[in-house]
Structures are given as C-alpha cells and as structure tokens.
C-alpha cells in the first residue's frame, strides 16, 4: 500500500545538524512532488522545504532558508532533509508527505508520513 515512512529525528544540542529521511513505496515516487512540514508544541502545521518531480525544483521555508536542505533520489525512493545550524524553535514533529493532482501520466495523490520528533535543546 501507499506508504512514507520517516526517521532521523532526536535530540540534538542548539547549532547541530541532523538528517531526516523519508522512504516511500506503493506509488511511482518520482512523478510527484515531496515536502517536509512540521508541527511545533502549540503551532499550526508549516510547510518547511519541497522537492517536485523532474526537475526537482526546491523551495523552503524563509525560516529555515540556508539552514535545510532537501533532495530526492528516485532510484532509492527517499527524500531527505538536511538539518544545519538547528536552533531550539525548530523543535517539532516533522511530517514527510507526497503530493501531485491527477493526470494522464499519474493519480491523484495527498499521503503523510507518521512524524519523526526533533527536539533542539541544550
């Protein structure tokens, strides 16, 4: 079945890095677009970066701009999030999703992720 399934979160002290990684299956991964959100302690939902199919075309949030990083592979399935310079209001549940409207070449998809925790503190 469709299915993303994230990992990478922890605990990490204020200007570490860390690596989120989501690995999908049960749909043609590199027809559609791939996001990171998150959702902080008493915060709405936030889109952080996305990655669109060919040609990959990235956009992040502006609070984690030069800080993050995303990138897809297609062979392997995966999308990642490069964390750097992490300060304790990146403290969230991070949400791997795939998305994409229906055409000729592909359905209509809108699928997440269970959540991997971030925690940013000294």
């Known amino acids: 079945q469709v299915q993303l399934v994230e990992s990478g979160g922890g605990l990490v002290q204020p200007g570490g890095s860390l690596r989120l990684s989501c690995a999908a299956s049960?749909?043609?991964?590199?027809?559609?677009?791939m996001s990171w959100y998150r959702r902080a302690p008493g915060k709405e939902r936030e889109l952080v970066a996305s990655i669109t199919s060919a040609p990959s075309i990235t956009n992040y949030a502006d609070s984690v701009k030069g800080r993050f990083t995303i990138s897809r592979d297609n062979a392997k399935n995966t999308v990642d999030l490069q964390m750097n310079s992490l300060k304790p209001e990146d403290t969230a549940v991070y949400y791997c999703n795939a998305r994409g409207s229906s055409t000729w070449y592909r359905a209509a998809l809108d699928v997440w992720g269970q959540g991997t925790l971030v925690t940013v503190s000294s």
């Open positions: 049960g749909f043609t991964f590199s027809l559609y677009s």
